[in-house]
T-cell receptor, first 109, second 115 residues
Framework: GQNIDQPTEMTATEGAIVQINCTYQ??????LFWYQQHAGEAPTFLSY??LDGLEEKGRFSSFLSRSKGYSYLLLKELQMKDSASYLC??????????WGAGTKLIIKP | ETGVTQTPRHLVMGMTNKKSLKCEQH?????MYWYKQSAKKPLELMFV???????ENNSVPSRFSPECPNSSHLFLHLHTLQPEDSALYLC??????????????FGAGSRLTVL
């Protein structure tokens, strides 16, 4: 079956770095997405990886290893506003998105 | 402003009521989606429309009935719902359906409570 695993909840300190991991099993693969969702708000797109390696976008970076079925989202210089849920989703051979349950990130001062 | 607007934001209904959720996008996107989001569960895709034609119906009970009158509007008609249908219903749109970097733009959702 198709499956995405990511931690349910993580806690980090303001100013620090945190890495949110995601492992996936899909029938075929057409890329890995990360979305951010603040409580009561719409999920918003953060990143898309389809090739192996690291994509950097300001304080956020996303990494993909296709051979390992693994991705991570790296958040640097954490700010209180980064407290949110982070959703990992993989596109299968039909471009259907398989979603994880999300990782709730709590930032403490 | 996300570009995708959903109304109402909150809805409480009894099991015998009939109500509708509305979604509107003016991004020029050709595909629109309904998702169900329950606490601590992955997003569940319910329906997909591409150029106003339904292309996906993921075994959703018939008490949920979608309607896409044009490429900018999407409705979800609700009738005789069950308490387990209580959830956040998210609408999303994308430029195309079934392509590579198919980025979804989501609305803020309609929080549905069924009593």
């Amino acid at each position: 079956g198709q499956n995405i695993d990511q931690p349910t909840e993580m806690t980090a300190t303001e100013g620090a770095i945190v890495q949110i991991n995601c492992t996936y099993q899909t029938s075929g693969f057409n890329g890995l997405f990360w979305y951010q969702q603040h409580a009561g708000e719409a999920p918003t797109f953060l990143s898309y990886n389809v090739l192996d390696g690291l994509e950097e976008k300001g304080r956020f970076s996303s990494f993909l290893s296709r051979s390992k079925g693994y991705s991570y989202l790296l958040l640097k210089e954490l700010q209180m506003k980064d407290s949110a849920s982070y959703l990992c989703a993989a596109a299968d051979s039909n471009y259907q998105l398989i979603w994880g349950a999300g990782t709730k990130l709590i930032i403490k001062p | 402003e996300t570009g995708v607007t959903q109304t109402p934001r909150h809805l409480v209904m009894g099991m015998t009521n009939k109500k509708s959720l509305k979604c509107e996008q003016h991004l020029g996107h050709n595909a629109m989606y309904w998702y169900k989001q329950s606490a601590k569960k992955p997003l569940e895709l319910m329906f997909v429309y591409s150029l106003e034609e339904r292309v996906e119906n993921n075994s959703v009970p018939s008490r949920f009935s979608p309607e896409c009158p044009n490429s900018s509007h999407l409705f979800l008609h609700l009738h005789t719902l069950q308490p387990e249908d209580s959830a956040l219903y998210l609408c999303a749109s994308s430029q195309e359906q079934g392509s590579g970097a198919n980025v979804l733009t989501f609305g803020a959702g309609s929080r549905l409570t069924v009593l």
